[in-house]
C-alpha cells in the first residue's frame, strides 16, 4: 500500500497490517492516537523513494503507537528510510519491534535510518525494541537530532558495533546525492561522496535505562560497545576541531555494554588530534556497567570535552561479566567511569565518584594519551574524582591511571594518589581533600528536559562540605 500527502487517522484507531505501508516523496501523517501494529510479521512504515530522484523524501509522524513491527532482513522493526531522506517522529511510542537482521550493516529494531539526509525525534519513547545493532535505532551516515525522548530497556544483540538504545554510524557526508552519471550507477557507496558539508548529531533531555548490547557472541568483540549509546564518527563526517556530537542534559542510568562503555562509547576513525569532536554537558552517568572498559564511558580515537556531568557508581568488570562487578584482575577491566583510548578529552565542572574498575582507573584510565600525534593528556578544571576503587593486586590507581591531566585550577582528588611508578594521581592541584561526597544518590530539585522521571539522581557534597568543584544539577 502506497501512501502520500497529509493523512490524519480516526481518534485512537487500531490498525493491524499483513504488509509495509509504503511512502514517497512528501507524506505527513497524525496518527490522531492510533496504535499501528505489524502482527510481529511485517515492517510498519517503508520509505521507497525512486532513486533516480534528485532529492529524497520527507516523512513526518505525529501522535502514534508503532509496535510488534518486524524486519527479517537488513533492518527498520517499525520503520525504514531510504537514502537522502528526511524522517521526522513527534510525540510517538516505538514498542516491542524487532529487526532480524544478522549482518554489519543492519539494526534499528523501531528505526534504520540509510545515509544522507536527517532523522529526527521529538517527545517520544523508545521501550523493548531489538536488533542486532542499534536496540531501537540505527542511524547509517545521516545527520540526527534526539530531543525530549526516552529509551528504556531495548537491546541490541552486538553482531557487528552495538548501541543497545542508538547506533550513530557515522553522520551526513554530502548534501544532495550524487548525479546519476557517478561511476557505478545507482549502487553508488558512501566512500564515493564528494564532502561538501558535515553532519551533525544531537541528543539532549533524553533518558536512557536499563538498555543492553552484547547478547549475541561476537568473535572480533567488535559488537558489544555503547550499553546507551554507540556513536562513530567518520573522518569525512567532521571538521577537524569542530563538534560533530553533542550530548546534553540527558540521563545514562543502568544501561550495560557486554565490552566497553556501559553508558556510551563515543569515537571515530583517525580524528584530527586538536579539538572536539564530542561534547558532553549537564548530563548523569550513574550505575552503568561494561564488561570490560569504561563503566560509564567508553572514548576512543577522538577528541572531546565533558562539562557539569556527573559520573557515579559505574563499574568495569573483567571477563565480560556485568552483573556482580567484583572482579579483581591485573589486566581487564580499565576505567569505571571513564577509559579513553588514542584520544584526549577534558573535564570541566566533573564529579567523579564511587566509581569501580577491575584493575586499574576506578574513575579515569586514559592509557592511549601517550599514543604520538595525540597532543598528550587532556585537561581537568574545577573537577572532584574521589572515593573511586580499583581490584588490581598492587593496590594502586584507584582514581586515575595513565598520564596526569594537566590542571587549570580547583580540581580536588581523594583519597591520596599512591605516589609512584604504577601511579602518578590525577594531576589535581587542588589538593588531596576529601569532598565529602554523598553515599546515596540525591535528587535534583529540576528536571532534566525530556526525561520519563521528574526528578533526576545526583551525587551531591553533603551540606557541612563548601567546595567550589564538581558538578551541579544539569538544569
Known amino acids: 500500500m502506497n501512501v502520500g500527502g497529509k493523512i490524519v487517522l480516526p481518534a485512537n484507531c487500531n490498525i493491524a497490517l499483513s504488509a509495509p505501508l509504503i511512502f514517497r516523496r512528501v507524506v505527513a501523517i497524525d496518527g490522531n492516537g492510533a496504535t499501528i501494529s505489524g502482527n510481529n510479521v511485517t515492517r510498519i512504515f517503508q520509505d521507497d523513494r525512486d532513486y533516480r530522484q534528485s532529492t529524497g523524501s520527507d516523512f513526518t509522524l505525529v501522535n502514534a503507537t ?54 529526527r525525534v521529538f ?58 552519471s557517478t561511476p557505478g550507477g545507482l549502487g553508488y557507496a558512501p566512500d564515493g561522496y564528494a564532502v561538501d558539508t558535515y553532519g551533525k548529531g544531537r541528543v539532549c533531555g533524553t533518558y536512557f535505562q536499563g538498555n543492553t548490547v552484547g547478547g549475541q557472541y561476537d568473535v572480533n568483540r567488535t559488537g558489544r560497545l555503547g550499553g546507551g549509546i554507540m556513536a562513530h564518527v567518520y573522518g569525512g563526517g567532521a571538521k577537524p576541531g569542530a563538534t560533530a556530537v553533542e550530548i546534553e542534559r540527558s540521563v545514562f542510568d543502568g544501561n550495560t555494554a557486554l565490552d566497553g562503555g556501559g553508558g556510551m562509547r563515543l569515537g571515530g576513525d583517525g580524528l584530527g588530534s586538536t579539538g572536539g569532536t564530542y561534547a558532553v554537558s549537564h548530563t548523569v552517568v550513574r550505575n552503568n556497567r561494561a564488561g570490560n572498559h569504561g563503566g560509564g564511558i567508553r572514548f576512543s580515537e577522538s577528541n572531546g570535552s565533558f562539562t557539569n556531568v556527573t559520573i557515579a557508581n559505574n563499574c568495569a568488570n573483567a571477563n565480560n561479566d556485568v552483573g556482580a562487578c567484583t572482579d579483581n584482575s591485573s589486566t581487564g577491566g580499565l576505567g569505571g567511569g571513564i577509559a579513553a583510548f588514542e584520544k584526549r578529552y577534558s573535564l570541566d565542572r566533573v564529579t567523579v565518584v564511587r566509581n569501580r574498575a577491575a584493575s586499574y582507573g576506578g574513575a579515569l584510565a586514559q592509557p592511549g594519551a601517550t599514543v604520538p600525534g595525540t597532543g598528550g593528556p587532556g585537561t581537568m578544571i574545577n573537577t572532584i574524582v574521589a572515593s573511586n576503587t580499583a581490584g588490581n593486586p598492587f593496590g594502586v590507581a584507584h582514581n586515575c591511571v595513565g598520564p596526569a591531566f594537566t590542571n587549570g585550577s580547583g580540581s580536588l582528588q581523594w583519597p591520596t594518589p599512591t605516589i609512584g611508578p604504577f601511579e602518578l594521581g590525577c594531576g589535581s592541584t587542588g589538593g588531596n581533600v576529601d569532598p565529602n561526597v554523598s553515599a546515596v544518590a540525591q535528587i535534583c530539585p529540576t528536571r532534566i528536559a525530556g526525561s520519563s522521571t521528574s526528578n533526576t539522581p545526583i551525587m551531591v557534597f553533603l551540606p557541612s562540605t563548601s567546595i567550589a568543584a564538581g558538578a551541579r544539577c544539569p538544569n
Not at 510517538?92 to 539526509?117: H, L, M, P, Q
Open 66 to 119: 508503532l509496535t510488534n513491527g518486524r524486519d527479517a532482513g537488513s533492518g527498520g522493526g517499525a520503520v525504514k528510510g531510504a537514502q537522502f531522506g528526511k524522517m521526522t517522529f513527534i510525540n510517538v511510542r516505538f514498542a516491542n519491534n524487532v529487526s532480524d537482521g544478522t549482518g554489519g550493516e543492519d539494526g534499528g529494531g523501531a528505526i534504520y535510518k540509510d545515509e544522507g539526509g536527517l532523522l
Open 123 to 180: 517527545n517520544s519513547h523508545f521501550s523493548g525494541n531489538t536488533a542486532t545493532n542499534g536496540g531501537a535505532i540505527k542511524n547509517l551516515l545521516s545527520n540526527i537530532q534526539i530531543v525530549n525522548s526516552s529509551f528504556v530497556g531495548n537491546t541490541a544483540r552486538g553482531g557487528n558495533n552495538g548501541g543497545g538504545a542508538i547506533f550513530v554510524d557515522g553522520l551526513a557526508q554530502t548534501t544532495t546525492p550524487p548525479p546519476l
